[in-house]
């Protein structure tokens, strides 16, 4: 869909009712419980996919509610322990309390960390927009003193990625590379949509030549097949990436490609009250989403009525 037509979608979103906007955003969030998206993870599980959870929110300004995120997702990692489930915890460091301050974002991470080192769990971080981004590294970098199963996100359409992961890759590193979400100014962020592909694999490349782990984070179909390409020419074993997927975009069958080729695949599963306020700002922060998801919406009913 075009620009255009994304931007007048995104600016009538407010305005539409929240059960409207619900048929849209319903796909892509588990539900709003814990419970919900614990159920939804034992599904894939079934199917042969990992999973990895997250509650939906951030940018949370007050001290006890950032401390009540962390309670519940210390709370969620038991949960996975007791239903011995194949999934793991994605958090965004301003839903922890960053926007307040970095030691109160800081003591509530390490309390989900001490809750993943507890059940034996990993913690991946999410990577926000530009302003947070060297505070989020700092973030993981003392957390990996505390605790190894923890790794970050690096977004390729950031320049400054390539040196990041230079140096991130001095000590042992399990890393998700996703292209990034957040609108970013030129001056940090290329903008060509191809250019961010040739960025995306040439920093898998310099990680496949070190010793890094790599989520690999794309529905790009394009990029997925290049990526394997470059998995097979280098000879890169099964242990040292897998492909992750956001919960509901439709990937016509590559996922059940990918598992069958014997990749490990993780799909990531949000859920929580947040949902309404959530969709809202994604959509105003990037246009394109409300136009994927509603092109994605009208695709599926129309597969539905064809069958
Ligand atoms: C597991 C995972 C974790 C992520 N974590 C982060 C993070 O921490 N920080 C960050 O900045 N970004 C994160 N992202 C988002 C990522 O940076 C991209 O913005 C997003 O995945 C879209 O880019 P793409 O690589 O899928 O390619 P695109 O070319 O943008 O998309 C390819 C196709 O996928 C579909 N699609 C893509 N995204 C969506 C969507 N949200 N809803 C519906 N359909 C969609 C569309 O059909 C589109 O045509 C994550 C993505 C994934 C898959």
Redesign the pocket.
């Known amino acids: 869909m075009s620009l255009g037509l994304n931007k007048l979608l995104t600016a009538i979103l407010p305005i539409l009712p929240k059960a409207f906007v619900g048929l849209f955003a319903r796909s892509?969030v588990a539900g709003e419980t814990a419970e919900a998206a614990l159920t939804v993870a034992q599904k894939l599980n079934s199917q042969g996919f990992d999973a990895?959870l997250d509650i939906l929110g951030e940018h949370v300004k007050s001290a006890e509610e950032a401390a009540s995120i962390a309670d519940a997702y210390a709370g969620l990692y038991h949960e996975i322990a007791r239903l011995d489930l194949n999934a793991n915890i994605?958090l965004?460091p301003t839903h922890l309390g960053l926007d307040i301050d970095y030691d109160t974002c800081k003591r509530n991470l390490f309390k989900v960390l001490d809750a993943a080192a507890e059940t034996s769990n990993f913690l991946?971080i999410?990577?926000?927009?530009s302003p947070h981004t060297d505070d989020t590294l700092t973030l993981y970098q003392h957390s990996l003193e505390r605790y190894p199963r923890v790794g970050p996100?690096l977004?390729?359409?950031l320049y400054r990625s390539t040196e990041d992961l230079a140096r991130l890759m001095s000590s042992p590193l399990n890393f998700?590379l996703?292209?990034?979400?957040?609108r970013e100014s030129p001056d940090i962020a290329i903008q060509d949509?191809a250019a961010i592909n040739e960025n995306?694999l040439g920093l898998l490349r310099q990680s496949f030549e070190g010793s890094a782990y790599i989520?690999i984070?794309?529905?790009?179909?394009d990029?997925i097949r290049q990526s394997e390409e470059l998995i097979r020419v280098m000879d890169i074993p099964i242990s040292r990436f897998d492909f992750?997927?956001?919960y509901?975009?439709?990937m016509d069958g590559t996922l059940e490609v990918l598992r069958d080729r014997g990749y490990k695949v993780?799909?990531?599963i949000p859920f929580g009250e947040a949902w309404y306020a959530y969709a809202l700002r994604?959509a105003q922060e990037?246009p394109?989403?409300v136009g994927?998801?509603f092109?994605?919406f009208v695709r599926r009913i129309t597969t539905r009525a064809a069958n």
Do not use: W
């Open positions: 892509y990895t994605s965004k991946r999410d990577m926000e927009n996100v977004q390729a359409y998700r996703c292209k990034g979400i957040y949509r995306f989520a984070a794309t529905h790009d179909q990029l992750q997927v956001l509901g975009v439709p993780r799909i990531y994604r990037n394109n989403l994927y998801i092109s994605n």
